[in-house]
């Protein structure tokens, strides 16, 4: 039965005025480039019945075409069935299997998140690896009895959620950094994604698709990020899921388009996200087709099926115990004019108001060549935004001025590779400019000048004056490092490693090591050790900050890079921390006959 429960919505609404957060009924696309924000819809279409999906999407788009409208929600994956009955799923989830509101208009300014807590536990997948495992063995046994050639396996997790939605929502979105956000209020579900995928956008009689197919995790500093980037363009596999794909959506593109149109613009560019680097391509079409018969032709996108998609849908059907439901479906609006923008919804959640409830899915592209191990891997990388988000941060350089910036040139290009790799707005004439302003209040022979820089490009500056110190006394770290941690290698506000290691230390600095037993770095500087009358400090895979003045003494060969273990470390000829504000710093190692692991 079609459920329009527009005047319940409606004594949900509050007035006109804008809401400091969406409410029931409100939905809001966010992207790195423009915002829209849909309030307080005139009507509401909602059903959980595959068989009313054509007519409603065809009820709103006549609504949308005479009355001047916009209509913004969402498809469930499980409304394939409704375009074509050869494509099998379970039956719909819990959640509507479509939810449309009707607006008149929408803003560009989204709400303020609340400064609401969020509380998530921990995510428990709902398969084991050795469920995954099996799967991918079966899916295996029909790439090679031919009944397809590539299959999306999906799996949920599930965590119980606290808090306010949208303040989740809106720290997703600056974790993930996707063009394709969309947060969505429909009373009994709040459906968030921060998808990097876009599904169709039309403009006019333009048709544009981005299908997305190849991931590969992103390196820790900005050379060893380049080279993952490299790797996953030039890789075999991945390029081969991609043509698959590509392939399947010019077809059902193809369908509705002009002929000799469909065109691929691109091939296998990567894309760049807050963890992992994935693959796409665009195609473009021209076409006069309506929504609903966009829909009926494009609709699931086959990046998230396999192809062929009609005997893969069933295979999926098969190996998932349970619907997808807003998962793999598409989100977005359409409006007067031809103009329409939906996402693929990958990176999706979907929270249970009234029990509290978050499922999260993942999923990987599994070939006859897909290892299970890697696949897994995928399926973990690609959770990563949810299950360790990163947290808020500047970044920041500490210089030294004693009459002149001291290396300024090698701490410029350090923070313009980090604003690179983490996506910050940098404009090196600005910085300079800011710098020279410090500069030009400065009275003191010598001071410490501490520069933050924002993700916006805003800058600020502090001066604190340098205390001469004798010596410091340094410990290990009672416990390790992981030397995978993305900020070990990047100078930023977010310090919490360095943090928690003073907070357990009685002494003046702490000197880390990783998972592998290898020394890294002390809270505040680099680390050298002298053996042999030679002066040795750890590489900068071990997981650790590529200091300036230490980059300024390899250069010089006043000092060279090697592994120190722990072990090395306590039985040293000499110790000595070096930054560039402080130079050699000598050091006093306490309590090394208690180091963790020795």
């Not at 423009?34 to 309030?39: D, I, Q, W």
């Not at 004056?465 to 506000?493: G, M, N």
Request: glycine share 6%; charged share 20%.
């Amino acid at each position: 039965m079609v459920t329009q429960a527009i005047e319940t919505l409606r004594s949900a609404f509050p007035s006109t005025d804008t809401p400091t957060e969406p409410v029931v009924g409100d939905m809001c696309l966010v992207s790195t480039s423009e915002n829209r924000y849909f309030h307080n819809p005139i009507d509401v279409y909602s059903t959980h019945e595959v068989a009313e999906v054509m007519s409603l999407i065809e009820t709103i788009n006549a609504r949308v075409q005479s009355e001047s409208l916009y209509a913004a929600g969402y498809l469930a994956y499980e409304a394939a069935t409704a375009f074509d009955s050869a494509l099998v799923t379970h039956p719909p989830a819990r959640e509507p299997v479509l939810w449309f509101g009707l607006y008149k208009d929408y803003a560009s300014t989204l709400p303020e998140p609340s400064a609401q807590a969020v509380d998530i536990s921990q995510w428990t997948p709902s398969v084991s690896r050795g469920e995954f495992d099996i799967a991918i063995d079966r899916i295996r046994n029909y790439i090679a009895a031919g009944d397809t050639y590539q299959v999306n396996y999906t799996f949920p997790m599930y965590a119980d959620f606290c808090g306010s939605p949208y303040a989740w929502f809106r720290q997703l979105c600056d974790a993930q950094r996707a063009d394709y956000c969309t947060y969505l209020n429909t009373g009994s579900h709040v459906i968030m994604s921060a998808s990097p995928e876009l599904f169709f956008r039309l403009d006019g009689t333009r048709l544009t698709t981005m299908p997305m197919k190849g991931t590969i995790a992103r390196g820790p500093t900005l050379a060893s990020d380049h080279a993952q980037r490299d790797r996953l363009s030039n890789s075999q596999k991945d390029r081969a899921e991609n043509i698959m794909i590509v392939d399947l959506v010019r077809n059902d593109m193809g369908r509705i388009s002009e002929t000799g149109t469909v065109r691929v613009e691109s091939r296998f560019n990567a894309a760049k996200f807050d963890t992992l680097w994935q693959m796409t391509s665009t195609i473009t079409s021209e076409t006069h087709a309506e929504i609903p018969e966009v829909f009926k032709a494009l609709f699931p996108s086959g990046s998230i099926t396999g192809a062929p998609k009609i005997r893969t849908t069933q295979i999926i059907r098969e190996l998932e115990p349970q619907p997808r439901g807003a998962y793999c479906g598409a989100i977005g609006y359409w409006g007067p004019d031809h103009q329409a923008e939906f996402n693929v919804a990958i990176r999706t959640a979907t929270l249970n108001v009234e029990e509290e409830k978050l499922v999260y899915s993942v999923g990987a592209g599994i070939t006859w060549d897909s290892s299970s191990e890697a696949e897994y891997a995928e399926c973990l990388l690609k959770a990563e935004v949810v299950s360790r988000p990163k947290p808020q941060f500047d970044l920041l350089e500490s210089l030294l001025w004693d009459g002149d910036y001291f290396l300024l040139e090698r701490h410029l290009t350090r923070l313009n590779q980090s604003a690179e790799y983490f996506g910050f707005a940098f404009e090196e004439s600005v910085v300079r400019a800011a710098l020279t302003g410090v500069t030009d209040r400065i009275e003191s022979d010598a001071l410490k000048v501490r520069l933050l820089l924002s993700r916006n490009g805003n800058l600020a500056t502090e001066t604190t004056p340098i205390i001469p110190t004798d010596t410091c006394s340094i410990t290990l770290a009672r416990e390790p490092v992981d030397q995978d941690d993305v900020f070990l290698y990047h100078k930023t506000t977010h310090r919490s490693i360095y943090d928690s290691a003073l907070d357990k230390a009685e002494t003046d600095d702490v000197v880390l090591w990783n998972t592998r037993g290898e020394i890294t770095e002390s809270t505040r500087a680099n680390v050298v050790i002298k053996r042999n009358g030679i002066w040795t400090t750890p590489p900068v895979p071990s997981g650790l900050l590529a200091g300036t003045y230490r980059a300024q003494l390899l250069d010089d060969g006043s000092i060279q890079e090697g592994i120190i273990t722990k072990g090395d470390f306590v039985s040293a000829d000499e110790v000595c921390l070096i930054n560039s504000v402080r130079r050699w710093i000598p050091v006093n190692l306490l309590h090394s006959d208690s180091v963790p692991g020795r």
